[in-house]
């Protein structure tokens, strides 16, 4: 089977680094590949009462409604991550510069936005780790690991790096 387009969920944790560097292998491998390297920033819910709120916001040094504020905040947020992706591609592509790969940051649920990008993008092979920097937070909510959420999910091929 040929992997054209790979996903790999990335959060910065060991097992999502590892599972960078196999995707990159598989990709070296394909000959052909693409990767795209996908963060997710996890939406935080605002109840409806908090709506009118102020917050300061520290750029512009004004009082803005909570929407406004988490707006600017996720965008900076989004806006660090993709310099930071961008510096991890780089140095990935210092040792092999025929691997096609682009970052992707997004805001919200990390399994909706997961599974969407793999729809939408025509994903082969998604390589994910299987517990991320949030995964301790399953032990405690009793909730199951993105990876195996995303694994039943969606249609293309998951390899779970552990």
Do not use: W
């Not at 592509?93 to 909706?112: F, M, W």
């Amino acid at each position: 089977m040929l992997f054209k387009n790979i996903l790999v969920p990335y959060d910065g944790s060991q097992l999502s680094e590892e599972a960078l560097k196999l995707a990159l292998e598989i990709a070296k491998m394909t000959g052909n590949s693409k990767v795209s390297l996908l963060n997710v920033i996890k939406e935080i819910p605002l109840p409806p009462s908090r709506f009118n709120m102020k917050f300061h916001s520290t750029k512009t040094g004004e009082d803005l409604p909570a929407t406004a504020y988490f707006k600017e905040l996720y965008r900076d947020m989004q806006s660090d991550m993709m310099k930071k992706l961008e510096r991890k591609i780089a140095q990935y592509h210092e040792k092999e510069p025929a691997i096609s790969i682009k970052a992707h940051v997004l805001i919200g649920s990390p399994l909706e936005k997961i599974i969407d990008f793999t729809n939408h993008h025509k994903v082969d092979l998604i390589v994910i780790g299987s517990v991320g920097l949030r995964g301790i937070s399953r032990i405690f909510k009793g909730l199951g690991s993105i990876s195996r959420n995303v694994s039943e999910k969606v249609s293309c091929p998951i390899l779970i790096v552990r």
